[in-house]
């Protein structure tokens, strides 16, 4: 069923956004719109100009943990729910919109109206009416000079231009026109009439009443800043016509048809200055009170409809943060009234996960200490992208293999609509467990795979089954749960299994693999592993060694996961001889064999990743030519010769990357120099494939 937008007045959903009937949920975000951008919205509305659409989701108190619009802090929700509805979009423009036409500081218990509110929001808004002598600085906009407004010209920087901003200071009792607490000892109708007086012997109108449910010409500020202006326009243009200054422009507005100025007497231009000065003030009032009219699209959505929430989210905010079901989640679980956001608990989680590896683990490996956070967060601390979608599906997961572990997993466990439906109650029940099973991964994945790297997992969902199967409570991760999680991961990768249909593969695995955790029941991924290392076009040794004659049809995902399975089965460093590990060391990826025309190491890495075209370029282009070593063996080598630095590499270290003979990397240029290089990798691919296939094997005993 198509969404079609509905028109709403900004009247209407200001006093929704007061009266707490439209609220944000509590994402954490900030308001962030500056001066300028509060200045540009007040423009549009005064000129009618479309300012976007608001996105409402409809619910109750209680769906989720939510703030008033323009406060930073969350709301109680205890008490029965009340229907609500949820601004998904809008938050800058709605908040804005309050402050700017609205009252939201006025209260007679001044100063707390300004207790939990954006800094930003706490000014006052007013309009720039008469114009400056210098008229390029402030134009006449509004027809003061001849008290004749005919609608404001069709020029948004003009506009924004006499809008002002004015900051409004936490003192109680201030002298200042504009400020809530100005002569508050007064009442309403001799303060407003003080206000008005003042704001108009400034030029000014103020703005902030625009909004008010008693607006008033006659007893406003507004309306009296108006009409002060107005008088006093009014009383220099008769003074201007008997003292006979007006201006030709003056005279030509106070004739008419067929009169001249002559044949009027002070007693009809006095009449006809009143009859301009009180249809201004009339036609300008009526101008500023219609604008409570403007008319705002807003896409309203049902509870159900959550997940479309994001799409439309996408369509109506192109370059905006984008709208993500994480945030929903976050603020789902924030109705529990927790201390600490989402966000925050999965962070602190992560940072407190043991460092110490676990025996089980280690197989071979010799690193001791190791931390998770460093791999699923960003340089300023935040969770990463790739690790708030991995999180909802190994939550949505764990929440059914919790409820029925026999029951068949099926890609709809992880689409959207399935997270989005959980309970701040399953949230709260499950969050923990899918934070540990990606650590968890994680660290098998960088200490038994040497998967160095969010971005060196090429395929993203592989994190999936092992996080869901590391997270089940019914299994305590033993060295047969990892030898067989490691069993899996290289069938998986080194055959073309995730190239396609990715979520089919990675649920139908999470199944498979928590049955065989759980039990001692058969491989069942032994035809998979059958195709290790000889998966036509993608890992069978003519596919790897680029023998299709063309560009080669080798894709970069079997690139990286060689790599890394030679560092998993032990690959050292060419210098430094000692093994290399993903987690704690930099690392570069390095061209074994140069090219035979090349004076330095790094003139061949150079022009071996330009030429792949050739057939050179084919050959020494290919995943079989490449391993870890590193950064620091990389610059040193990188001005050396081949023969300069090959005397240091021992054969162990050969032995370690796959290669024989201690003369394998001194290759001659000459007739024979492709046939050498091909011999050399054929050998090197049978080498790593006898070596995988025992790998396998032990693996399974």
């Not at 992208?385 to 466990?413: G, H, M, N, W, Y």
């Not at 290392?533 to 060689?562: I, Q």
Request: charged letters at 25%.
């Amino acid at each position: 069923m198509p969404i079609k937008p509905s028109d709403r007045t900004m009247k209407a959903v200001v006093a929704n956004a007061e009266a707490g009937s439209i609220v944000l949920p509590n994402f954490q975000r900030e308001y962030v719109w500056k001066a300028v951008d509060q200045k540009s919205l007040a423009a549009s509305v005064l000129l009618e100009v479309p300012a976007g659409a608001l996105l409402l989701l409809r619910g109750t108190t209680h769906d989720y943990s939510f703030r008033r619009i323009g406060r930073r802090e969350a709301e109680n929700q205890g008490g029965d729910a009340a229907q609500c509805e949820y601004l998904l979009d809008g938050q800058q423009r709605l908040s804005t919109l309050q402050v700017l036409f609205g009252d939201p500081l006025s209260d007679s218990k001044w100063p707390e109206p300004m207790e939990g509110k954006f800094s930003a929001l706490i000014a006052r808004f007013a309009l720039r009416v008469k114009p400056a002598e210098d008229s390029d600085l402030h134009p006449d906009l509004f027809g003061l000079s001849a008290l004749q407004f005919q609608g404001l010209q069709p020029d948004t920087d003009l506009i924004a231009d006499a809008i002002e901003r004015i900051s409004i200071s936490k003192i109680k009792n201030s002298d200042e026109w504009y400020h809530p607490s100005f002569k508050s000892d007064l009442g309403m109708a001799r303060r407003n009439l003080e206000i008005g007086s003042h704001a108009a012997a400034r030029g000014f109108v103020p703005l902030w009443e625009v909004l008010a449910s008693d607006l008033s010409k006659t007893t406003s500020a507004l309306g009296h800043s108006l009409q002060t202006l107005a008088d006093n326009r009014r009383n220099e243009l008769l003074a201007d016509y008997r003292d006979k200054k007006l201006t030709d422009f003056a005279e030509q507005q106070l004739l008419l048809p067929g009169e001249v100025l002559k044949d009027l007497t002070d007693d009809i231009v006095d009449d006809r200055l009143r009859d301009r000065r009180s249809q201004w003030v009339q036609d300008v009032y009526s101008f500023l009170a219609g604008v409570r009219n403007f008319q705002f699209a807003t896409i309203e959505l049902d509870a159900e409809e959550i997940s479309k929430a994001i799409i439309i989210f996408g369509a109506i905010n192109r370059g905006g943060s984008p709208l993500t079901p994480f945030d929903l989640v976050s603020a789902k679980y924030a109705a529990l009234k927790s201390a600490k956001s989402f966000p925050e608990m999965i962070t602190e989680r992560l940072e407190k996960f043991p460092t110490a590896v676990p025996e089980a683990l280690m197989y071979g490996n010799n690193t001791h200490e190791y931390s998770v956070a460093a791999v699923m967060t960003q340089s300023d601390g935040s969770l990463s992208t790739s690790f708030r979608k991995q999180f909802l599906q190994v939550l949505a997961l764990d929440e059914i293999v919790l409820q029925d572990p026999t029951r068949t997993l099926q890609v709809v466990d992880i689409k959207q609509e399935r997270v989005l439906k959980l309970t701040p109650h399953e949230l709260d029940t499950h969050w923990g467990a899918a934070t540990d099973g990606l650590a968890r991964a994680w660290q098998f994945l960088q200490l038994r795979c040497g998967v160095k790297s969010e971005s060196a997992l090429r395929n993203k969902l592989l994190l999936l089954p092992l996080a869901v199967a590391l997270s089940d409570r019914r299994v305590s991760p033993n060295q047969t749960t990892y030898r067989r999680l490691e069993y899996w991961y290289w069938s998986s990768v080194l055959t073309n299994t995730y190239t396609s249909r990715q979520n089919d593969f990675a649920v139908h695995d999470t199944s498979q693999l928590l049955q065989w955790l759980a039990e001692d029941s058969a491989d069942p991924f032994e035809s998979r592993r059958k195709r290790v290392l000889n998966d036509p076009g993608y890992s069978d040794r003519a596919t790897l060694l680029r023998e299709d004659g063309g560009a080669g049809g080798v894709g970069t995902d079997v690139d990286e996961y060689l790599l890394q399975l030679v560092l998993a089965l032990g690959g050292m460093d060419l210098i430094q001889g000692r093994r290399l590990h993903a987690a704690t060391d930099d690392l570069h990826d390095h061209h074994l064999i140069p090219l035979g025309t090349a004076t330095t190491i790094g003139q061949s890495s150079r022009e071996i990743r330009k030429s792949k075209s050739s057939a050179e370029g084919r050959l020494l282009n290919s995943p079989l030519n490449r391993a870890y070593i590193l950064d620091s063996t990389n610059l040193a080598i990188g001005s050396t010769s081949l023969g300069q630095y090959m005397s240091q590499v021992s054969h162990q270290v050969k032995s370690s990357l796959y290669f024989g003979s201690a003369d394998d990397f001194v290759i001659k240029h000459g007739d024979s120099y492709l046939e050498d290089v091909a011999k050399l990798l054929r050998d090197r691919f049978d080498r790593i494939e006898t070596q995988v296939t025992n790998h396998l094997s032990q693996l399974l005993h």
